[in-house]
């Protein structure tokens, strides 16, 4: 009889760094209880044995001791720097140690939002117009038309977008320009607005085995204190937020057909979200991707997704596993 796999499971909990002193804000891309719980059993449902690591902390000492497992599923975020998605996975190939989603470059280059989007075009994905902001001087060089739309340069979960981020006017361009530098520490991406329909489509896969989960449209009520997918709607989705299954037509074909290219492009594994927004023209942009998504089985996107296709969300985690196994036995 086959030995049981272990997976050794890596991740940041909100309430550990609450604990430490930081704000709700600074812990907002990090994970609940109840997520880790719903990972860790479905894992065990799959048939794997379970080791609950923490946070990349932990996971140095662990590696040090000599601890190993046959496999490390990190969903872990990171705390500081703009390549802090990567620490986790530059720590496990520095151990030779096998794991889940994408490799140390893709997760760096996919949180700064100004280099995912070079490296997207350059392979053809259509990005919205503008340019990185490093101080309020800046703004004289651009050449943009309003309205813009001002966002941190690497941060997730809607941190810093909020009613001041589409900017109708010099002045609060200036303003919100100023006080996302300020507030984040890091330059901020000015854009051209896109005022159509927003949605996010889930991917399974590595390379040519790449391919389309399915896509949600992110709506936001007429209740919503805030009319984009700001930080503030982002974490009271259930009050003002419906997200709604599409398939089918031309505009969610090329949706997904934006999405996996992007996907492709940034070279991610296993899975990810790419973030869509239709522009003035009625075309779909890019917007961000996430090579580490949510996956809480009712609050996250991808896992919603997948419901949405009738992908349970165990399947959806063994499918995941699957994917990553597939580097081990190469």
């Not at 109840?34 to 996971?59: C, F, M, P, W």
């Not at 300020?182 to 991917?203: A, M």
């Not at 997200?243 to 290219?261: Q, S, T």
């Given at each position: ?50 080791d609950q690591i923490g946070h990349g902390r932990n996971l140095c000492a662990r590696l040090v001791k000599g601890d190993r497992w046959d496999l490390v599923f990190s969903i872990a975020e990171g705390l500081k720097g703009r390549s802090r998605e990567a620490q986790v996975p530059g720590l496990l190939e520095l151990y030779n140690q ?233």
């Amino acid at each position: 009889m086959d030995r049981m796999k272990t997976i050794g499971f890596v991740y940041d909990l909100r309430s550990t760094y609450l604990a430490e002193g930081y704000s709700e804000e600074d812990v907002a891309e990090f994970d609940s209880e109840s997520t880790i719980r719903e990972l860790a059993d479905a894992l065990e449902r799959l048939g794997y044995k379970v080791d609950q690591i923490g946070h990349g902390r932990n996971l140095c000492a662990r590696l040090v001791k000599g601890d190993r497992w046959d496999l490390v599923f990190s969903i872990a975020e990171g705390l500081k720097g703009r390549s802090r998605e990567a620490q986790v996975p530059g720590l496990l190939e520095l151990y030779n140690q096998p794991y889940v989603f994408s490799d140390p470059l893709t997760c760096a280059v996919t949180l700064d939002k100004a280099v995912a989007r070079k490296l997207v075009r350059a392979e053809g994905v259509a990005v919205p117009d503008g340019d990185v902001v490093k101080t309020v001087s800046d703004l004289s060089g651009l050449n943009l038309s309003f309205p813009m739309f001002v966002k941190p340069v690497a941060e997730g979960t809607g941190k810093g977008i909020d009613g001041k981020s589409q900017v109708a006017n010099p002045e609060e361009l200036k303003q919100t320009v100023d006080d996302l530098i300020c507030r984040f520490n890091q330059p901020v991406l000015v854009e051209t607005y896109l005022p159509g329909r927003e949605f996010t489509t889930g991917l399974l896969g590595t390379g040519s085995d790449a391919s389309v989960l399915g896509t949600l449209e992110v709506r936001i009520l007429d209740s919503a204190p805030e009319k984009d997918y700001s930080f503030l709607v982002k974490e009271q989705c259930e009050s003002y937020v419906e997200y709604v299954p599409v398939r089918g037509g031309e505009l969610v074909a090329d949706v997904e057909h934006l999405a996996l290219a992007a996907y492709k492009a940034l070279e991610c594994r296993d899975a990810g979200r790419v973030d869509i927004r239709i522009g003035a023209d009625g075309k779909p942009y890019f917007m961000e991707l996430n090579p580490l998504p949510g996956l809480h089985p009712t609050h996250s996107d991808l896992p919603m997704i997948a419901t949405g296709v009738g992908l349970s969300y165990e399947n959806l985690i063994g499918t995941i596993i699957e994917s990553a196994m597939k580097r081990v036995t190469e």
